[in-house]
């Protein structure tokens, strides 16, 4: 099966834009969450989608959204890029969420000038 | 609310020493699930081992080991005959019923195993 996919694995953007990054789970799969890695803040949760509808939200300002379509993919959206928004974000997916255990895909680096 | 300690922020080891990494979780719920993770330096992270809360067996899987003690809330992990590739850092997490797929991490144990 092949793994948790997501793109781009690089990005650089300029404060005030916004940026979109995508996410496939592994097939099957139909909850996916998303994290926010910093070197000074950890693992950080940001959301979680399950059957196109979002289950679970983290303490993230709503600069920060998400969603997931039909076929499980999901989306997740910063707009008003600020600095402190340079992070690793990163994606996993799990059968339902509940108590599974979650497969992270390679992540996406986000850098904000 | 719940919370996850990783007491220790680096271990650094020789080659084939035995090490333990502390985890220690908070929650009041009593159904509840934990994890550990590894985070080698290609960043991406490597699901190793789920256990429930009414599951106090402990595990041993090659190498690894996780013992999970309900009465002092903690869930260690331990790798017998550390190895060069083990370095990374590893993380302990912790979700509970009701919460769907939302993981609360520990902030981490950087493990590095000298040759």
């Known amino acids: 099966k092949a793994g948790v996919t997501q793109t781009p694995r690089y990005l650089i953007k300029t404060r005030g834009q916004q940026v979109t990054l995508s996410c496939s789970p592994i097939s099957g799969h139909r909850s996916v969450s998303w994290y926010q890695q910093t070197p000074g803040q950890g693992l950080q949760f940001l959301f979680e989608y399950f059957s196109e509808t979002q289950r679970n939200k983290g303490n993230f300002p709503g600069r920060f959204s998400g969603r997931q379509f039909s076929n499980s993919r999901s989306e997740m959206n910063v707009s008003t890029l600020e600095l402190g928004d340079s992070a690793l974000y990163l994606c996993?997916?799990?059968?339902?969420?509940?108590?599974?255990?979650?497969?992270f895909g390679p992540g996406t680096r986000l850098t904000v000038t | 609310a719940q919370k996850v300690t990783q007491a220790q922020t680096e271990i650094s080891v020789v080659e084939k020493e035995d090490v333990t990494l502390d985890c220690v979780y908070e929650t009041r719920d009593t159904t509840y699930y934990l994890f550990w993770y590894k985070q080698p330096p290609s960043g991406e992270l490597v699901f190793l081992i789920r256990r429930n809360s009414f599951d106090e067996q402990n595990e041993i899987s090659g190498r690894y080991s996780w013992n999970f003690q309900k009465s002092t809330s903690s869930f260690n992990f331990t790798i017998t005959a550390s190895q060069v590739v083990d370095s990374a850092v590893y993380f302990c997490a912790l979700t509970v019923y009701n919460q769907g797929g939302k993981l609360i991490f520990g902030q981490g144990t950087e493990l590095s195993v000298k040759p």
């Open positions: 996993a997916s799990s059968l339902t969420g509940e108590g599974y255990e979650q497969y």
